[in-house]
């Protein structure tokens, strides 16, 4: 068996905090050492510019002395000069005061044995007359002099003073400010470490402790979540603007181009959602409805009030399904109304045939069995689309256990196959279903002040080159105010009989909203009218493909008021 290859022990990753703080100390440290090194550069060359004037200052004084002129002149200039450049060179602090003849033999000098020796360094220019300065390197080391002449009354050159500063002299008076220097620039690395330290452990609270390889593969995970993920999602700041849209809540929401950085007021979305959006407090599953589709919203608070974050599911096929559910549901009802009614009248006749009544028997099953084929004959025979025919029989049914009478005009007629592939059955059932059961509600809550027995006419039949679906009710009808609210999510007033509309299908006040959607994903279009009650007229294209998202989002397609 062989022996697993032990795995090398991962080294450390240091965290962006961390290495943004070495980085930081290295400049601060290189910043404060370079600022330093100036510093020094400029005070050493002060210090060696201030010798060179005090040097030269000292030897044209001791130059100009009528002491030192008569004792040049006298038979031991060295017993006269030697006291005199002493006291000098103590008095002024400079290092050495010498005093030669032209030929550069010493008379003075700090050191006694090297008087009567020969000056090192220049006297050329001191011999023509001039002064200069040099740094040289003599008997008391490198230093910074001056040789200066001395002249007599005819301006000739009978001597020569040279005053000097050992570098080394020089050396120690930079000692204190040198020492500042370095205490300053070690005050200033201590103060920039102490806060880049703290900036950083500030940065690393925020980065939690992580380096630049895991941030970027976080952000480069964030980023194909945010994409992959089939729900919508929309981040925003404090003041309502935008700052994250993933794809799929731009297809919910319809939303084209930059949309990053806009107020969500300024999106053209429908101003229920911007309510919700824009309200206090959360929003847990709420259903709205844009220009395309029925999403469900829900909304929570990013950390202390940084913004808000806002997540949409897609409900539209799931509502279609329902809306489906509800027909057949309908259908079911109907069937078992149906058959109880059959089943009583089975019963009666059966009755009348055992009471001997066999004519009365006849008559009466013959009689109830034309009044029910007389809307089944009606409806088959002006309405060959199967699905709508099917709908209006099912709707028939529910109506008349709730006491309304559905009657379908005689100038209905649609041939099957008439309708295009882009008319689907889902939306007929949509808009027709809805339709009615609004006008079968509304016509219950008008019969409580109405005299009449309630009743819905519908009309369905193709009319120039459009499928017209026109749906009346004896209710109290719709005031012409109350038309765009008709379409808008949540409006509903039913069970209220305040005369200002029908309900809603569905119970949650989406019913007709559901219509006008279906008209304007098929480029149709709904009239509101009025006659002894309410009128809905959708008319939807036989010819043209559905509509994209054009006309204005969240008021329920192109609405018109009929006279």
Same mark, same amino acid.
Request: negative net charge; hydrophobic residues 45%.
């Given at each position: 068996?062989?022996?697993?290859t032990?795995?090398p022990p991962?080294?450390?990753?240091?965290?962006?905090?961390?290495?943004l703080?070495v980085?930081q100390?290295?400049?601060v440290?290189?910043v404060v050492?370079?600022?330093a090194?100036l510093?020094?550069?400029f005070?050493?060359?002060?210090?060696e510019?201030?010798a060179?004037?005090?040097?030269?200052a000292?030897?044209h004084?001791?130059?100009?002395?009528?002491?030192?002129?008569?004792?040049v002149?006298?038979p031991?200039?060295?017993?006269?000069?030697?006291?005199y450049?002493e006291r000098?060179?103590?008095d002024?602090g400079?290092?050495?005061?010498?005093v030669?003849?032209?030929?550069?033999?010493r008379?003075?000098?700090?050191l006694?044995?090297?008087?009567?020796?020969?000056f090192?360094?220049?006297?050329?220019?001191?011999l023509?007359?001039?002064?200069?300065?040099?740094?040289?390197?003599?008997?008391l080391g490198?230093?910074v002099r001056v040789v200066?002449p001395?002249?007599d009354e005819?301006?000739?050159?009978?001597a020569?003073v040279?005053?000097g500063?050992?570098?080394?002299?020089?050396?120690?008076?930079?000692?204190g400010?040198?020492l500042a220097?370095v205490?300053?620039?070690?005050g200033?690395?201590a103060l920039?470490?102490?806060?880049?330290y703290?900036?950083n452990?500030r940065?690393?609270r925020?980065t939690?402790g992580?380096?630049p390889?895991?941030?970027?593969?976080l952000?480069?995970?964030?980023?194909a979540?945010l994409?992959?993920?089939?729900?919508?999602l929309?981040?925003?700041?404090?003041?309502?603007?935008?700052?994250?849209?993933?794809d799929?809540?731009?297809?919910?929401?319809g939303?084209?181009? =930059? !949309?990053?950085?806009?107020p969500v /007021?300024?999106?053209? #979305?429908?101003?229920?959602?911007?309510?919700a959006?824009? %309200?206090? $407090?959360?929003v847990?599953?709420?259903?709205?409805?844009?220009?395309?589709?029925?999403?469900?919203?829900?909304t929570?608070?990013?950390?202390?009030g940084?913004?808000?974050?806002?997540t949409?599911r897609?409900?539209?096929?799931?509502?279609?399904?329902?809306g489906?559910?509800?027909?057949v549901r309908g259908?079911t009802e109907a069937?078992?109304?149906q058959?109880h009614?059959?089943a009583n009248?089975?019963?009666a006749?059966?009755?009348?045939i055992e009471l001997?009544?066999h004519?009365?028997a006849v008559?009466f099953a013959t009689?109830?069995?034309a009044?029910?084929?007389?809307l089944?004959?009606?409806?088959?025979? =002006? !309405?060959?689309?199967?699905?709508? /025919?099917?709908l209006? #029989?099912?709707?028939a049914?529910?109506a008349?256990e709730r %006491?309304? $009478?559905?009657?379908l005009?005689?100038?209905s007629?649609?041939d099957?196959?008439?309708?295009?592939?882009?008319?689907?059955?889902?939306?007929?059932?949509?808009?027709?279903g809805?339709?009615?059961d609004?006008?079968v509600?509304?016509?219950?809550v008008?019969?409580?002040?109405n005299?009449?027995p309630?009743e819905?006419?519908?009309?369905?039949?193709i009319?120039?080159?459009h499928l017209?679906l026109?749906?009346?009710?004896?209710g109290a009808?719709?005031?012409?105010?109350?038309v765009?609210?008709?379409?808008?999510?949540?409006w509903?007033?039913?069970?209220?009989g305040?005369g200002?509309?029908d309900?809603?299908?569905?119970?949650?006040?989406l019913?007709? /909203?559901?219509?006008?959607?279906?008209?304007?994903r098929?480029g149709?279009?709904?009239e509101?009218?009025r006659?002894?009650?309410?009128?809905?007229?959708?008319r939807l294209p036989?010819?043209r493909?559905?509509?994209?998202?054009?006309?204005?989002?969240?008021?329920?397609?192109?609405?018109?008021?009929?006279?």
């Amino acid at each position: 068996m062989s022996a697993r290859t032990p795995t090398p022990p991962r080294r450390p990753v240091r965290s962006l905090a961390g290495q943004l703080f070495v980085v930081q100390v290295v400049i601060v440290a290189a910043v404060v050492a370079g600022g330093a090194v100036l510093a020094y550069l400029f005070t050493a060359e002060r210090a060696e510019d201030a010798a060179r004037r005090q040097v030269t200052a000292v030897a044209h004084a001791v130059a100009d002395s009528p002491d030192v002129l008569a004792a040049v002149g006298g038979p031991d200039p060295t017993a006269v000069l030697q006291p005199y450049a002493e006291r000098v060179r103590v008095d002024t602090g400079v290092s050495f005061v010498t005093v030669m003849d032209t030929d550069g033999v010493r008379w003075t000098h700090p050191l006694p044995e090297q008087i009567g020796k020969t000056f090192l360094g220049h006297i050329d220019w001191a011999l023509a007359g001039r002064t200069r300065s040099e740094t040289y390197t003599g008997t008391l080391g490198p230093s910074v002099r001056v040789v200066a002449p001395v002249l007599d009354e005819r301006h000739r050159v009978v001597a020569l003073v040279s005053a000097g500063i050992t570098v080394q002299s020089i050396s120690e008076r930079l000692r204190g400010p040198l020492l500042a220097l370095v205490g300053v620039a070690a005050g200033a690395l201590a103060l920039g470490g102490a806060g880049t330290y703290l900036a950083n452990s500030r940065l690393r609270r925020h980065t939690h402790g992580m380096g630049p390889a895991e941030l970027s593969h976080l952000y480069e995970y964030h980023q194909a979540t945010l994409h992959a993920v089939r729900e919508g999602l929309v981040l925003l700041d404090r003041d309502h603007r935008v700052v994250l849209c993933n794809d799929a809540a731009r297809e919910l929401l319809g939303l084209e181009g =930059a !949309v990053e950085g806009r107020p969500v /007021a300024g999106l053209g #979305l429908p101003a229920a959602l911007v309510a919700a959006v824009s %309200g206090a $407090e959360p929003v847990r599953d709420e259903v709205h409805l844009t220009a395309e589709r029925v999403v469900v919203l829900n909304t929570s608070t990013i950390g202390t009030g940084l913004g808000r974050v806002l997540t949409l599911r897609d409900h539209t096929e799931l509502q279609s399904l329902s809306g489906e559910l509800d027909s057949v549901r309908g259908f079911t009802e109907a069937l078992g109304a149906q058959a109880h009614e059959a089943a009583n009248r089975l019963h009666a006749v059966v009755s009348l045939i055992e009471l001997g009544r066999h004519r009365e028997a006849v008559e009466f099953a013959t009689a109830e069995l034309a009044l029910a084929q007389q809307l089944t004959d009606r409806v088959v025979a =002006a !309405v060959g689309e199967p699905v709508l /025919a099917a709908l209006l #029989l099912g709707k028939a049914a529910q109506a008349a256990e709730r %006491g309304v $009478e559905l009657t379908l005009t005689p100038d209905s007629s649609i041939d099957d196959g008439v309708l295009p592939p882009h008319l689907s059955a889902r939306d007929l059932i949509t808009v027709l279903g809805n339709l009615i059961d609004n006008a079968v509600d509304a016509a219950i809550v008008g019969a409580a002040a109405n005299p009449e027995p309630p009743e819905v006419t519908v009309t369905a039949r193709i009319d120039g080159g459009h499928l017209l679906l026109r749906v009346a009710d004896t209710g109290a009808g719709i005031a012409p105010g109350a038309v765009e609210d008709v379409f808008r999510r949540g409006w509903s007033t039913k069970g209220q009989g305040d005369g200002q509309g029908d309900g809603q299908g569905h119970g949650r006040g989406l019913g007709l /909203a559901l219509v006008a959607q279906a008209a304007r994903r098929n480029g149709g279009a709904v009239e509101v009218g009025r006659e002894r009650g309410a009128v809905l007229t959708v008319r939807l294209p036989l010819d043209r493909p559905a509509c994209t998202g054009t006309g204005e989002r969240g008021r329920g397609g192109h609405v018109a008021v009929a006279p």
